[in-house]
Each structure stands twice: as C-alpha cells, then as structure tokens.
C-alpha cells in the first residue's frame, strides 16, 4: 500500500463554496500473485467533506481487511467481496482500491482488457466530462473555455448556495452552451428542499437536468412530483439497495456511478445492471484521483451502450502530477479511450510513490 499527494492545479470550490481544497490525498493498492501476477488500484476521495470518506480512512479499511483477503484468489472476484464485507460491514470506499486491483489481476489472467472481462468493450470512447468550479457566471464561462479548447463537450457545472445567484448562472451559461454540448448542473447537496423546487421550476422551460439537487433520496422523493426538470442521483448513490429504490419510486432519469463510491467495479456493475433495466443513463467516474482511476472508470463506462453512457470525468486533467506518465486513458478531442490490453495497463511509477506505507504477506 502506497500513499501520494495528489496537488489540485487551483483550488477548487465545490458547490455553494462551501467545500475548498488544494490536495488529493491517495491510496495506491498494489497486490502480489503467486502466479507472478500483480494487480494494482486506486482509492482517493475527493477531498474528505465531499462524502463520508477520506484518504487516512482507504488506508486503516485495507489494514483491517487484509488478513480477510491475503491468500485467497483474486479472480474469484465474488469471493472476495464477501470476505471484505463480513471482516468490515460498509466502509465501501476502502474496500474499492482492493477490489479494482482484483480485477486488473483477473483481466490479466483472461488475456482481457477490464471492460472485456466485465462483459464486453464498446470500442467507442466515452466522452470526457469536465468539472467546472463554482463562481460566477463569468468565471464558470471561462473555465468552460478552457475546457472547450481540450475539446470538452460535457461539462459537469457546480450551483447550489445563493439560488437568486443559481437562476442567473444557469440562464447564463444555457445561453453560451453551444448545441451540441451537455451541460449537466450539480448542486452537490446544496439546496434545501423549498430552495430546489424553486430554482428548479425557474428553469424548467430550459430542460436541463440537475444532479444531486438535496441531500438525500428522501429529499428528492419529496421534491419530485412538484418538479419538473430531470434529476440525477450522485452522493445518494452508495448500494444495490439505493439504486433499486430509485428505479423503484422514478426518483431519477440519470444516475452518477462513482467507483470509488460504491465499492469498485464489483457492486458498481450490478448497480449498472439495475440502472439498464429502468432506462436509467449513466456517468461514470473515478470519485477523484490519478489516472489509474480514470482508467478504471473509462474501462467501466466502456462496458455501457454508448446511448446510456452520459461521460466520464478526468481527474487528471485537474492535477499537477502523474503518476504513470504515458500510461493509461488520456483526454483524446473529447473522449477517453480505453485500453484493449490486458487489465487496465497501468503500472505506477514506484519513484513517485515512494516506499510503501504498509506491507501485508
Ligand atoms: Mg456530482
């Protein structure tokens, strides 16, 4: 077990401003095979006020689980799960980063990229989403354009707080959307109930779709039937158990899979399944990270047709270091492209990373 800092270009400003930070803190899992095969994954929150989960959190979840797991088979990818799950019920943010390096070990033994050995690679790209920082609407139009100019065509923009405020910003960057662009708003929590039924029904006229507009799914439930724009469920998603109950009560046309999450790609395919099933598109992404997790989510998102797949953001865009120079998706005029090669094909630099923070044999 490795662990970095990973330095945000700029600070960022989550939703309402209320959230600020400068610096990723990253947990890298690197596991050992008697078959001379080594997996690797990646568990960094984004920040520690965004969700319940924070970088020192990955590392004692790994160090308390690892005697559950140590010598069993990583392919049985199942068996896994349930070992991780009965030595520690929940904490399924420090359980992903063993369950992604699970994977690449069985894609590397099938002779299969990730997305193959999940059931099967589109070959098309998922498109590359942007997070844009919360500000003013002329602020929040500059980062578009510099994202624009990367070739971002889907733009993952924060409101939430002042609601006067949001009403303008969303009125002001629809109207500098350009046509064939997807604007999604991200409230992040933000609103209370009455602040979201007002801004929502403000701009229903605009048909624009709001992520995470409350706090939780009982929220949104109560908000639903007196709104009107298309909602999509980020932070309330964490279990099978949500995803059901959203299909279940329409709470939500779109849903936000973050890998990190929800546990790694083991839970987060059935919650795939589930979304299939009722029509639900998806994003999927890394919670934050390196390029290893963008990897392990583009190499998800590739697993979804490509007209339930809404985009899959890129952390590493955000960042100052990489840790896997040349390696791994990269943002190509929009898109990312994951790999056919065996796993994800990513191997950290260990001179980044450093010595291991832990050992466990
Ligand atoms: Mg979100």
């Known amino acids: 077990m490795y662990t970095i800092d990973l330095p945000l270009r700029e600070p960022y400003w989550l939703s309402g401003g209320r959230l600020k930070f400068e610096n990723l803190d990253a947990t890298f899992v690197e596991i050992e095979t008697d078959a001379g095969i080594t997996g690797w994954g990646e568990g960094t929150p984004w920040g520690h006020t965004y969700l319940p989960a924070h970088g020192p959190g990955v590392r004692a979840g790994i160090e308390t689980l690892s005697n559950a797991i140590l010598g069993l088979d990583p392919r049985k990818i199942e068996h896994i799960e349930r070992a991780m799950d009965i030595c520690l019920p929940g904490h399924l943010y420090a359980k992903a980063p063993v369950d992604l390096a699970c994977w690449d070990i069985l894609a590397q033994a099938s002779g299969l990229s990730i997305a193959d050995a999940l059931g099967g690679r589109y070959e098309e790209g998922t498109q ?52 064939e662009e997807l604007m999604l708003y991200d409230v992040n929590r933000a609103w209370t109930r009455r602040e979201a039924v007002i801004v929502m029904n403000s701009v229903s006229d605009l048909g624009v779709t709001f992520e995470q507009p409350c706090e ?146």
């Open 128 to 179: 590359v989403a942007s997070s844009i920082s919360t500000g003013t609407p002329e602020q929040m139009l500059a980062l578009v354009d510099r994202y624009r100019e990367a070739g971002y065509q889907v733009h993952s923009t924060k409101v939430g707080g002042n609601i006067e405020l949001d009403i303008e910003r969303i009125r002001f960057m629809e109207n500098a959307r350009q046509p």
């Open 216 to 361: 939780t799914l009982d929220d949104l439930a109560a908000i639903r039937p007196i709104t009107g724009s298309p909602i999509s469920v980020d932070e309330s998603l964490q279990t099978l158990t949500e995803m059901s109950r959203i299909a279940r009560e329409n709470l939500a046309e779109v849903v936000n899979i973050k890998l990190n999450r929800v546990g790694g790609l083991t839970k987060a395919r059935r919650i795939r399944d589930m979304a299939l099933a009722h029509g639900i598109q998806m994003y999927v992404m890394a919670t934050g990270g390196s390029v290893l997790a963008d990897s392990e989510a583009a190499q998800f998102a590739q697993t979804i047709p490509a007209e339930f797949r809404l985009g899959t953001w890129a952390c590493q865009d955000m960042l100052t270091v990489d840790i896997a120079p040349g390696q791994g998706v990269r943002n190509d005029h929009g898109h990312l492209i994951a790999s056919d090669s065996p796993g994800h094909g990513i191997i950290p630099d260990k001179n980044m990373l450093g010595d291991p923070v832990a050992v466990y044999e």
